[in-house]
């Protein structure tokens, strides 16, 4: 059986600062076409930044698209042409002030296969090394340090909902 989808023509739709949106026409499984609108985004790279004492930093913010605060790992799009390694260290100091002596690339993945090409980089972070946070001009954030198992116990109960978060969270736990 083939899976393979074979674009036939693609049309862009939508292009914005933060993503673009195109829709595709492609070949299907048993002959004839379909469409596929795509999300296209430059993805984004997730600390996992675990104290000397086992808590692990999270953030709070307002996600417009979810219309309430979220607790969330520090994360940060990716910018073009830019290293996820740079991007997890440049919002891990932005959103926390913290810097990591020692960083581990535990996953890369897919939050949604079925309509975007986004890819995220989760690392550890660890070793780290308190500052200032620097957060963008119109970012309002409050940091959290809660130990790892009360995290993943968040996610069990449901007060954690961020995909990327409880990827990264659960990683963690396994990894260490």
């Not at 430059?42 to 004492?53: F, K, P, R």
């Not at 979810?66 to 042409?81: D, Q, S, Y």
């Not at 020692?102 to 535990?106: G, I, Q, V």
């Given at each position: 059986m083939t899976f393979e989808e074979k674009t036939v023509s693609s049309e862009s739709i939508?292009?914005?600062?933060?993503?673009?949106?195109?829709?595709?026409?492609v070949t299907v499984?048993?002959?004839?076409?379909?469409?596929?609108?795509?999300?296209?985004?430059?993805?984004?790279?997730?600390?996992?930044?675990?104290?000397?004492?086992?808590?692990?930093?999270?953030v709070k913010q307002f996600r417009k698209?979810?219309?309430?605060?979220?607790?969330?790992?520090?994360?940060?799009?990716?910018?073009?042409?830019e290293d996820p390694l740079e991007t997890m260290k440049r919002e891990l100091k932005e959103e926390t002030g913290y810097t990591a002596s020692?960083?581990?690339?535990?996953a890369e993945f897919n939050p949604s296969v079925g309509y975007t090409n986004e890819t995220l980089y989760i690392y550890l972070a660890?070793?780290?090394?308190?500052?200032?946070?620097?957060?963008?001009?119109?970012?309002?954030l409050e940091i959290k340090e809660i130990p790892l198992d009360d995290a993943i116990q968040?996610?069990?109960n449901g007060e954690i909902t961020d995909g990327k978060t409880m990827?990264?969270?659960?990683?963690?736990?396994?990894?260490l």
């Open positions: 939508y292009k914005g600062a933060i993503l673009n949106l195109r829709r595709d026409k499984s048993g002959g004839g076409y379909s469409y596929r609108e795509i999300v296209e985004h430059n993805g984004g790279a997730v600390a996992v930044a675990l104290t000397d004492d086992g808590n692990v930093v999270l698209p979810m219309e309430k605060v979220v607790t969330e790992l520090p994360a940060g799009k990716i910018e073009k042409g020692h960083l581990k690339l535990m660890t070793g780290l090394v308190p500052g200032k946070p620097q957060p963008d001009e119109h970012e309002a968040m996610v069990v990827t990264g969270l659960l990683l963690t736990k396994y990894f």
